[in-house]
């Protein structure tokens, strides 16, 4: 067992302060994530789907009545058994992690809207996205290297999103040419590039990698990211900004620049999982009060992953 390194610990423990709550924590992020998928409803009906993993013998549970394309498989299955099922090669459905659903489910982009996913591969929430806008609308979906470009696309065509337009640019540098050309969006995800704290569960590797300087520096870049994406958002539109990591550097800090510096309103992110309010002080540092509608998500509370999603609307333009 990869054992995270002490300053990881002593971070998190401020974070998780109660001893016995700390002590589920450090147990459940050893312990390997629950097999889950999203149903594709582009496809097939969570229904329909279910009778046809059940015809398979496999158990199935659907964790949320308002969401019932997201499902657990909680029956042991060979290993590799859920990549190399029909249902999955044909796009029937996608194997994502609970957690990672989350993000699309605060942000809710809609039938006929414009929607930005500024780091889309390998597109797990980018096929989510055009499933829930029923293929109507328009997604730009980017990403900068071209090998998870290519992954993007695959699983794009294999799960039928017609709808998704993708493109292969530096953010930053995306962000510029789409203002230069006055397009502004309905829904924006910033499902940034992050430490990965979060991803412990299913990748133990995170443990060895873990770097807090490069915690510092992804927090300076993510708020160039958000300084960019921010001003493409239409009047009355909505930003998520999402990470993977429990750092508040990558997570209320940041949402704090969205609240004080880019104008923005946060929003209850209405999710259906037990979240925690954003921390508002960490390392000497006081955020607005404003943070604690930031969900943080911990894997004791819900058997997931960890994750951190805030949800925001830009209620006037800063031209006016």
Request: hydrophobic share 40%; net charge positive; with cysteine.
């Amino acid at each position: 067992m990869i054992e995270p390194k002490p300053l990881f610990i002593e971070r998190m423990k401020k974070l998780v302060p109660d001893i016995a709550d700390f002590a589920r924590f450090n147990e459940i992020i050893h312990i390997k994530p629950v097999n889950s998928i999203r149903c594709n409803t582009l496809k097939i009906s969570p229904a329909d789907l279910r009778k046809r993993l059940e015809e398979k013998s496999w158990k199935i549970k659907q964790p949320f009545s308002e969401h019932k394309e997201v499902m657990i498989i909680t029956s042991e299955l060979e290993p590799g058994e859920l990549g190399r099922a029909r249902e999955h090669l044909t796009g029937l459905y996608y194997i994502q992690e609970i957690s990672s659903m989350l993000p699309l489910l605060a942000l809710k982009p809609r039938q006929g809207e414009l929607v930005l996913d500024l780091f889309a591969a390998p597109g797990s929430k980018t096929t989510q996205m055009a499933a829930l806008m029923e293929n109507k609308g328009t997604i730009i979906a980017n990403d900068n290297d071209i090998s998870r470009i290519s992954i993007l696309a695959s699983n794009i065509e294999r799960c039928g999103a017609m709808n998704v337009l993708v493109a292969r640019h530096d953010a930053v540098i995306l962000c510029e040419k789409l203002l230069e050309l006055g397009i502004k969006f309905d829904k924006i995800l910033l499902d940034v590039p992050c430490s990965g704290e979060g991803t412990t569960r299913g990748s133990p590797k995170t443990f060895i990698i873990w770097n807090p300087k490069m915690i510092k520096k992804l927090s300076r870049m993510q708020r160039k990211f958000i300084a960019s994406a921010v001003p493409l958002l239409k009047e009355g539109g909505e930003l998520v900004y999402s990470t993977c990591t429990y750092a508040p550097e990558e997570n209320e800090k940041n949402v704090n620049f969205i609240i004080k510096e880019m104008g923005l309103t946060i929003q209850d992110a209405g999710l259906p999982v037990k979240c925690r309010e954003g921390v508002t002080e960490w390392d000497g540092e006081r955020f607005s009060d404003e943070v604690k509608k930031a969900c943080r998500i911990l894997p004791q509370d819900n058997n997931t992953e960890g994750f951190f999603v805030s949800k925001f609307k830009k209620i006037q333009d800063e031209r006016k």
